[in-house]
């Protein structure tokens, strides 16, 4: 009777050895894991290399932004302390300050595109007016194509003004249009494509 006790003693003693051993294995980190967390870790962090672009375009923009400042100051002193206030002057005066608008939409696409490198790759919870939310790249290409139509009509505006050529202003403007019409016609086609998938999305994810 004790040889059959300390048999069953060791035989769960031996059962409760594996499974504490079971057990440990399970502890124990996956192999793979440690292969694969550097590289991973590394791509996580390679993203914020975006930084540099970010800060390069922000700076850019702020350029731009200064500099279309003090020529306007420039612009308004010089209009007032040496201008003969006539027509001449005065449509010199509007093509001066219609190209400097021209100036300040870029450094405002600047801007934009910096934000929105921002939302994709650092922080997409940053607090921004609702029109300059960035899910993705198609939503700032849609954003770009907004600002660079109105850069191309006030660029047309500024030449427009300013034309003295002989030749007719018309096929300019044809050219100018065209763009601008390519430009909307790609930002429809995206609206209908996006709206189309999110419908399809909606349509899947509902209940049957």
Do not use: C
């Amino acid at each position: 009777m004790g040889q059959q006790e300390r048999h069953t003693r060791n035989r769960g003693q031996i059962i409760d050895d594996g499974m504490r051993e079971r057990a440990a294995m399970r502890d124990l980190p996956d192999p793979r894991f440690h292969e694969t967390r550097p590289i991973e870790s590394s791509i996580g962090t390679s993203r914020l290399m975006i930084l540099l672009a970010i800060a390069g375009t922000g700076l850019s923009a702020l350029t731009m932004m200064v500099y279309g400042l003090i020529t306007v100051a420039k612009i308004i002193w010089h209009t007032f302390a040496h201008s003969n206030f006539d027509m001449d002057g005065a449509k010199h005066l509007a093509v001066e300050l219609i190209e400097m608008t021209d100036l300040f939409l870029l450094g405002m696409v600047l801007y934009v595109v910096a934000i929105g490198m921002y939302q994709l790759f650092v922080n997409p919870e940053i607090s921004i007016p609702s029109w300059m939310r960035v899910n993705s790249l198609d939503d700032l290409k849609t954003q770009l194509i907004n600002v660079i139509a109105v850069l191309l009509a006030v660029s047309f505006l500024a030449v427009a003004v300013s034309w003295t050529s002989d030749r007719s202003i018309l096929y300019f403007g044809v050219a100018v249009a065209i763009v601008i019409l390519a430009l909307a016609a790609y930002n429809v086609a995206h609206h209908h494509m996006a709206h189309t998938d999110q419908a399809k999305d909606d349509g899947d994810e509902s209940p049957r």
